[in-house]
């Protein structure tokens, strides 16, 4: 008797166990996200770069800022910036002889999950001030989200 008890518990757990996963997968709006190629990831997050270097050589703000999102923040000295601000920033460094060289990154890494990546890149200030070039070479960091067309685009640099 309590074999056959033990067996029916067995399948009534089994049978509920089945329901639960069932269950559990009509709750979920999506499939369950399973780990990316994160090396193809980085080489995609390297090819936005190229194109965001491409449109700061071309001193395109409206093409710069198509490369962040609507919610983009960008800390500015002691305050937070938005993509409005960053447009309007360089139409206006562009119109007074200010430009930047942007390198690819040296740094990509992207979630195991492929909705977030960092990367750590260098870029050149050139500043012409009264004839004479200014050059500083600096470092950045950047913090990008993948979008829902598969795109990356930056959420914040700094």
């Given amino acids: 008797m309590l074999g056959k008890m033990k067996k029916l518990l067995f399948v009534v757990s089994l049978v509920l166990l089945f329901c639960l996963v069932v269950y559990g997968q009509v709750l979920l709006k999506e499939k ?22 491409d449109a700061f050589e071309a001193k395109d703000a409206d093409r710069i800022c ?70 500083t070479k600096s470092w950045g960091l950047s913090v990008l989200k993948k979008q829902k067309d598969g795109s990356w685009k930056f959420v914040s640099f700094k």
């Fill in 32 to 53: 369950p996200k399973l780990p990316v190629n994160t090396k193809t990831e980085a080489n995609a997050v390297n090819e936005l770069f190229m194109a965001w270097a």
């Fill in 66 to 135: 198509s490369f962040v999102t609507d919610d983009f923040v960008f800390g500015y000295g002691d305050s937070i910036r938005d993509k409005k601000w960053l447009r309007e920033f360089y139409i206006k460094s562009f119109s007074e002889g200010v430009s930047w060289k942007i390198h690819l990154p040296v740094i990509v890494e992207v979630s195991a999950l492929g909705e977030l990546a960092f990367s750590v890149n260098s870029f050149d200030y050139i500043a012409v001030t009264k004839g004479e070039i200014i050059t």
